[in-house]
């Protein structure tokens, strides 16, 4: 089975879905999809601005299979063409091989050797932090209870991932002289600053918080910039931040937090540009219980479970919708979105010998 796998992640990673530049329309990869998945009914549907969905179902399944097919964009440092996968030793070597086309090409060698319901639904849109595809399949009528969302797990089932939050930050001043003695408070730089250090010590003070084997909240300012000159008083500033909550924090709660960490007034615009969900998203006690239904997933899948882990995955859409949600897929995220990417052939072996297993139990049921 190895070998018609690694066909398969020959031939879709051939297909160029870096995202950005989310230049990713209904044909190529999908047509090497419909190709492949000819006894099943087949729905492609485009989003717009490179998120294209594919649906594809055979039988009646109430377990759904997921993965995205888009990649992170490549870089110089690349040894070799990314687009041409390699198979050197004990890996296979391409962009998107890893996160994670690896595991599509599994669904695909898994799908010609049974005969059992499956359904798979592949997305484009996942590394642009824009689930488009992920929402319109919720908003409809799907009839699923369950998902396998294919991420960087080394095959072991994860129940449990921190949310995601991202946030534009403006704080306002006062232009004027530096020399000028209201220069500590008028200018915007020195709010950001301030802001900082009161955020860094909220994130320090929360160190204790634990969830399912996740400890404290995940905090990082990625960008700071404003100002003109070292004489002048800076009259704006903008500051980027992340942060990745555990399953059992508000993020909300989170937010009114960090957007009050500053004098009244000195903030010009706070907002949330994008926003995951924890895995199993709820209340602390709903959460606990959809970890404990998750749990049970794996365990009638046969699938060794993992520790919860700090990246954060669709699945928690899924689960938020009211799916009971596990993250199981081959290869290991540190792998993942790095130059010469890889998984080992034995993860993409170990992944699709599992997916054959449970579809071939599905035609017993």
Not at 49 to 54: E, K, T
Not at 90 to 114: E, F, M, Q, W, Y
Not at 187 to 198: C, D, M, P, T
Request: aromatic share 8%; charged share 20%.
């Amino acid at each position: 089975m190895l070998a018609k796998t690694l066909k398969h992640l020959e031939a879709l990673v051939s297909y160029d879905t870096r995202n950005p530049p989310r230049d990713i329309g209904t044909g190529g990869i999908f047509d090497y999809l419909r190709s492949q998945l000819s006894d099943f009914r087949i729905t492609v549907t485009d989003h717009g601005d490179g998120a294209v969905s594919m649906l594809a179902v055979r039988g009646n399944p109430k377990r759904l299979f997921n993965v995205h097919l888009d990649t992170v964009p490549s870089s110089e440092a690349w040894s070799a063409d990314p687009h041409t996968l390699r198979v050197t030793g004990d890996r296979a070597i391409g962009l998107g091989a890893c996160d994670i086309k690896g595991a599509a090409a599994g669904l695909l060698t898994a799908a010609s050797v049974t005969q059992g319901d499956a359904a798979f639904l592949f997305s484009t849109d996942e590394e642009a932090n824009d689930a488009r595809c992920i929402a319109a399949f919720l908003g409809g009528l799907h009839g699923f209870n369950e998902v396998v969302v294919a991420e960087p797990t080394m095959c072991e089932a994860v129940l449990a991932h921190r949310g995601i939050s991202s946030v534009l930050l403006r704080f306002r001043g006062v232009a004027g002289h530096a020399s000028g003695a209201n220069a500590m408070q008028a200018s915007a730089l020195h709010q950001a600053i301030r802001w900082g250090g009161h955020a860094l010590d909220y994130v320090e003070s929360e160190a204790h918080q634990r969830f399912g084997g996740l400890t404290g909240l995940r905090f990082n300012i990625g960008r700071v910039e404003g100002g003109i000159k070292a004489n002048m008083i800076a009259p704006s500033a903008e500051l980027r931040f992340g942060f990745r909550p555990l399953p059992s924090m508000s993020i909300d709660g989170l937010h009114e937090r960090f957007g009050t960490l500053v004098e009244a007034g000195a903030i010009e615009r706070y907002e949330e540009t994008f926003r995951g969900p924890s895995l199993p998203s709820g209340e602390v006690a709903d959460a606990e219980q959809r970890r404990l239904e998750a749990r049970d997933l794996a365990d009638a899948l046969q699938l060794p479970i993992g520790n919860a882990v700090d990246f954060w995955t669709e699945a928690s859409l899924f689960s938020a919708a009211g799916m009971t949600a596990i993250v199981y897929g081959p290869g290991d995220i540190a792998q993942a979105h790095t130059a010469d990417e890889w998984v080992t052939l034995e993860q993409l072996q170990r992944y699709t010998d599992s997916i054959i297993r449970i579809l071939d139990s599905n035609s017993l049921d």
